[in-house]
C-alpha cells in the first residue's frame, strides 16, 4: 500500500520517502529516527511528543529529520508501516504452523510485554486509539497492518487443519480474528494497568478456542 497525502506545505501529493530512495547511511539514519519516533509515541503519546523531543532522541539534525519528513504526521505514517513489518516479521509469528507454535509465540509475546512494561503496547491498537476518526488515511494504514497480521495468523490456522491437526469444519479466519483481538488488546491493556495479568488471559482463552478444534 502506498500511502500518499496532500501536504498543504508542498502544495501537492507528497510520497514519503522510502528506504529504497536512500543511500546506505541515509537508510540508517531514517531507521534510526522512526526507532526513536516509535519510543516516544508509544512512552508519551502522539501528541506529547513534538518533532523536537524526537530529534534529540535520534541525535539528528533538524536539517537532517525534515529531510526525511515533512512533519510529525508524516512521520507517524513511517512509524506505522515500520512497526507493521517488525511485528509480521517476527519469526515466531511466521513460521507458526501447529498448536506448539502457537503457545511458543504466545510465552514470547508476554515475556516480551513483561520486559517492556509501560512500553508494552502493540503500536497498531495504541495509535488507532490516540488517532479516531481524525486522520482516515493513517487508520488506513492501521488497519492494513492488522489486516495483513489476521491474513498471517489465519495462514497459520489453514496449515494445521491441512496437516490434520484441527478439525476440516474449523473457521480459520474467525480464530485468526480472535487471536489477534486477544493480542492487541491484551497489550493495550498491559500498557495502562503494568501487567501482563490481561494479556495472559486473553490469550490462554483465544488458545482454549483453538484447542476446542482439534481432535
Not at 539514519?29 to 518533532?51: K, V
Not at 511466521?94 to 504466545?106: F, G, K, P, Q, V
Request: charged content about 20%.
Amino acid at each position: 500500500m502506498e500511502w500518499q497525502y496532500q501536504n498543504p506545505a508542498m502544495g501537492g501529493t507528497h510520497v514519503p520517502t522510502t528506504h529504497t530512495d536512500l543511500t546506505a547511511k541515509g537508510r540508517r539514519t531514517r531507521e534510526r529516527i522512526i526507532e526513536a519516533a516509535a519510543q516516544l509515541l508509544l512512552e508519551h503519546g502522539i501528541d506529547r511528543t513534538t518533532m523536537e523531543q524526537i530529534q534529540l532522541a535520534a541525535g539528528v539534525s533538524a536539517s537532517q529529520l525534515y529531510h526525511y519528513f515533512d512533519n510529525k504526521r508524516d512521520l507517524l505514517a513511517a512509524v506505522i508501516q515500520s512497526r507493521t513489518e517488525i511485528t509480521l516479521a517476527n519469526e515466531l509469528l511466521a513460521n507458526m504452523t501447529s498448536l506448539a507454535d502457537i503457545r511458543l509465540w504466545r510465552d514470547a509475546v508476554v515475556l516480551a510485554a513483561h520486559r517492556l512494561g509501560p512500553r508494552a503496547g502493540c503500536p497498531l491498537a495504541t495509535f488507532a486509539e490516540q488517532i479516531l476518526d481524525t486522520d482516515p488515511e493513517l487508520l488506513d494504514l492501521i488497519r492494513d497492518g492488522l489486516q495483513r497480521l489476521t491474513d498471517l495468523v489465519a495462514n497459520a490456522l489453514e496449515i494445521m487443519r491441512d496437516n490434520g491437526e484441527l478439525r476440516p469444519d474449523t473457521d480459520c479466519q474467525r480464530l485468526a480474528v480472535l487471536i489477534v483481538t486477544a493480542y492487541e488488546g491484551g497489550l493495550l491493556v498491559t500498557q495502562i494497568q503494568r501487567t501482563t495479568a490481561a494479556l495472559q488471559i486473553a490469550l490462554d482463552s483465544a488458545i482454549s478456542m483453538i484447542e476446542a478444534h482439534t481432535f
